[in-house]
C-alpha cells in the first residue's frame, strides 16, 4: 500500500473552520456566489453585480486571469478586470473571488480581491500553493480535475502549513469516460471530504456539468449532499460571453434558481437540527 504522509493540520478535529467571505462566514452561513465566468468590460460587469445583489447572493465571482486551452483565445482583462471587481465591489457592498494563476500575481489579487482562487489546472501548482500559504486572505481551492481527495487535501495542507488557515475546498468536476457532460460532478466527494476536513466545502456545478440546463438540479443536490455554498457562473447574454458560454445562466433565470437554493437550504437544515435523526456509526 502506498504510503500515506501524515497530515498535521487537515484532521477532522470535530470542529469546523469558517472562513469570513464578506458578511457570511463560509462553514455557517450557506454562502451563494455568483457571476460571469471572465470580467469583460466594466458595464456588462457591473449590470451583472448590480441584478446579482438585487437577487440577494452572497458574493461575486469574474476571471480576470483566464486558464484557457488555446493560447489564441481570451486570456481575460488582468489588472484591468479587477479593477473592474473592485468597483463592483464598492457599488454593491459584496465581497468578490478570482483567479490568480501566476504566484508573482499573488500581492496584486490581494490588492483587489476578497479571496484568491486556485483554479482547477492550478491544484498541485506547488510554488503558487506555497504563495498563497504566506498569505492572510481566504483561498478557494479547486479541486484538480484528475486529483483524488487525498491529493487534494494534501494541496489545502500546503496552504495551512504555510501559516494560512482561510482555506475553502470547491468541487468542480472530474474528468471521467462521460462524454454527455464537460466533467463529472463528484458529488459524493462533499459528504467524504467533509468526514475528513474541518475546512468548509462549496461545489461549482457550471464547470462541473458544462451545461446551463444541469445546473440547477445540480445546485439542489449540491444542498442535499452537504455542501457549504456554491459557485455559479452567470451572464446577461450567455450566447455572447467570451468564456465557457454554454455553462452560464442567463442573468433574467438566476432569481428562480436562487429561491430555490435557499428554499431547498432552509429543509436540509431543518432535517440536520432533527434531534431524532439516527446517525450511521
Ligand atoms: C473558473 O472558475 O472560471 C475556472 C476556470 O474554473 P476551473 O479551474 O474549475 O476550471
Ligand atoms: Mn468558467
Known amino acids: 500500500m502506498a504510503h500515506e504522509p501524515e497530515r498535521v493540520l487537515l484532521k477532522n478535529t470535530g470542529l469546523r473552520t469558517f472562513v469570513p467571505f464578506g458578511a ?10 455568483a457571476g460571469p465566468c471572465s470580467v469583460e468590460d466594466a458595464s456588462s460587469y457591473l449590470e451583472t453585480a448590480r441584478a446579482l445583489r438585487a437577487a440577494g447572493v ?12 488555446s493560447p489564441y483565445d481570451f486570456q481575460g482583462l488582468g489588472r484591468e478586470g479587477l479593477k473592474i471587481l ?3 465591489r464598492e457599488e454593491t457592498g459584496l465581497p468578490v473571488v478570482t483567479e490568480i494563476m501566476d504566484p508573482r500575481d499573488v500581492d496584486l489579487g490581494c490588492e483587489y480581491a476578497d479571496m484568491i482562487q486556485i483554479g482547477s489546472r492550478n491544484m498541485q501548482n ?8 504566506g498569505i492572510r486572505k481566504p ?20 496552504i495551512l502549513a504555510g501559516g494560512n488557515g482561510q482555506v475553502v475546498l470547491c468541487e468542480r468536476g472530474i474528468r471521467t469516460f462521460e462524454s454527455s457532460t464537460r466533467f463529472s460532478l463528484d458529488l459524493s466527494i462533499v459528504p467524504a471530504a467533509r468526514e475528513l476536513t ?5 461545489v461549482d456545478p457550471s464547470h462541473g456539468t458544462g451545461r446551463a440546463s444541469l445546473v440547477e438540479p445540480m445546485c439542489l443536490a449540491a444542498v442535499a449532499a452537504g455542501a457549504n455554498g ?15 458560454r454554454l455553462q452560464q445562466v442567463p442573468l433574467n433565470c438566476f432569481p428562480r434558481l436562487i429561491d430555490r437554493i435557499r428554499r431547498t437550504v432552509a429543509l436540509v437544515e431543518s432535517f440536520a437540527q432533527d434531534p431524532a435523526e439516527p446517525r450511521l456509526p
Open 139 to 158: 483561498v478557494l481551492l479547486k479541486r484538480g480535475m484528475q486529483a483524488t481527495l487525498a491529493e487534494w487535501l494534501n494541496a489545502a495542507e500546503y
Open 58 to 69: 452572497d458574493g461575486l465571482r469574474g476571471g480576470v486571469f483566464k486558464p484557457r486551452t
Open 230 to 244: 456554491l459557485l455559479i457562473e452567470v451572464h446577461p447574454r450567455p450566447a455572447e460571453a467570451l468564456t465557457d
Open 24 to 33: 457570511r462566514k463560509l462553514g455557517k452561513d450557506f454562502v451563494v456566489v
Open 198 to 202: 474541518h475546512l468548509p466545502l462549496i
Open 86 to 88: 473592485a468597483a463592483a
Open 126 to 133: 506547488f510554488p503558487l500553493l506555497k504563495e498563497v500559504g
